[in-house]
């Protein structure tokens, strides 16, 4: 699980970690993107059209393509989402993820996050649970009392390009750590 779109992935795909080559070469998705309403003249919302590459979605999907080779190996025992469905950004366009908002302004977003994810997790009823960063971890924490199972909690540091570690080999930094959790076997 992730935190909640970037600009140039989920914001343009509508996939968690959305990087469109990923979605589309990869997954074999592509579908028509409906631009919203008050869209930042900055970051445009072009679909599947967009050039600009997510990083931490190519890295992501990178890693699962690599290891799983289809989408439908992936997917048969994983599935990825993100806790927050929004995208949220300054006035000068700059992403701001939820961690940097003030408590104020996410409880609301908290409360309504936290139950989509409790009913997910309830459906697909998962043996582990993965935060991608430590946010993701933590929102994972907060649903998991809730749950009328037990799945085991994970982690792996996250994909993004503001991350030094993920910088210097994010996908076998994430390997050697899904792989020391016991959750892939090598």
């Known amino acids: 699980m992730g935190m909640n779109p970037g600009p140039w992935g989920m914001s343009q795909t509508g996939v968690p970690f959305g990087e469109v080559a990923a979605v589309r070469d990869w997954m074999g998705?592509?579908?028509?993107?409906?631009?919203?309403?008050?869209?930042h003249p900055k970051r445009p919302i072009e679909g599947f059209?967009?050039?600009?590459s997510e990083v931490s979605g190519r890295r992501l999907?990178?890693?699962?393509?690599?290891?799983?080779?289809?989408p439908e190996e992936f997917f048969a025992g994983h599935f990825v989402i993100n806790y927050c469905p929004l995208v949220f950004m300054e006035e000068s366009a700059r992403?701001?993820?939820?961690?940097?908002?003030?408590?104020?302004?996410?409880e609301p977003v908290?409360?309504?996050?936290?139950?989509?994810?409790?009913?997910?997790?309830?459906i697909l009823r998962p043996e582990w649970v993965v935060g991608i960063g430590g946010f993701a971890e933590k929102r994972l924490q907060t649903v998991l009392p809730d749950l009328t199972f037990e799945p085991r909690l994970g982690r792996v540091l996250h994909p993004s390009p503001a991350s030094p570690a993920?910088?210097?080999?994010?996908?076998?930094?994430?390997?050697?750590?899904?792989?020391?959790?016991?959750?892939?076997?090598?």
């Open 110 to 122: 908290h409360t309504a996050c936290r139950e989509a994810l409790r009913a997910n997790l309830e």
């Open 61 to 70: 999907w990178g890693l699962f393509s690599e290891k799983f080779g289809t």
């Open 49 to 52: 059209a967009c050039e600009k």
């Open 29 to 39: 998705i592509e579908a028509p993107v409906e631009k919203p309403m008050n869209e």
């Open 166 to 186: 993920a910088n210097r080999g994010w996908p076998e930094a994430a390997e050697k750590q899904l792989v020391a959790q016991d959750i892939w076997k090598l």
């Open 95 to 106: 992403n701001r993820t939820p961690d940097k908002l003030p408590a104020s302004e996410m």
